[in-house]
Nanobody, 127 residues
Framework: QVLLSESGGGLVQTDSSLSLSCIDS????????MAWFRQAPGGEREFVAG???????????DSVKGRFTISRDNENGVNNLVNLRMNSLKPEDTAVYYC?????????????????WGQGTQVTVSS
């Protein structure tokens, strides 16, 4: 069983920075691709960023490219942590951010390709 737990959301002003973290309590973290998605009220779940199982490959949504950075820590098999560093935040970044896991190890941009999901953490950017 895989349990994902996000943290780090909050209310910030435009152009601020914020870091989100996701802890994976499962045993498949080191072989899983991890991703962040977000969903604004009334909107669809949108791909934000993904990192391959090895950490060597990353992918970003067009709206966050150059501002957000995804990273993972699974070298010692203990932390099982994936982070999302968000810089130059804009009001349109306001959403619930979800951590997701794909045990197949490949980054996908579609939510249906991810087997496990966290409960989400709210990020609100005020203008």
């Amino acid at each position: 069983q895989v349990l994902l737990s996000e943290s780090g959301g909050g209310l910030v002003q435009t152009d601020s920075s914020l870091s989100l973290s996701c802890i994976d309590s499962g045993r498949t973290f080191s072989s899983s691709a991890m991703a962040w998605f977000r969903q604004a009220p009334g909107g669809e779940r949108e791909f934000v960023a993904g990192v391959s199982w090895s950490g060597r490959t990353t992918s970003y949504g067009d709206s966050v490219k150059g501002r957000f950075t995804i990273s993972r820590d699974n070298e010692n098999g203990v932390n099982n942590l994936v982070n999302l560093r968000m810089n130059s935040l804009k009001p349109e970044d306001t959403a619930v951010y979800y951590c997701a896991s794909n045990p197949a190890g490949v980054i996908h941009r579609t939510p249906s390709q991810y087997q496990y999901w966290g409960q989400g953490t709210q990020v609100t950017v005020s203008s």
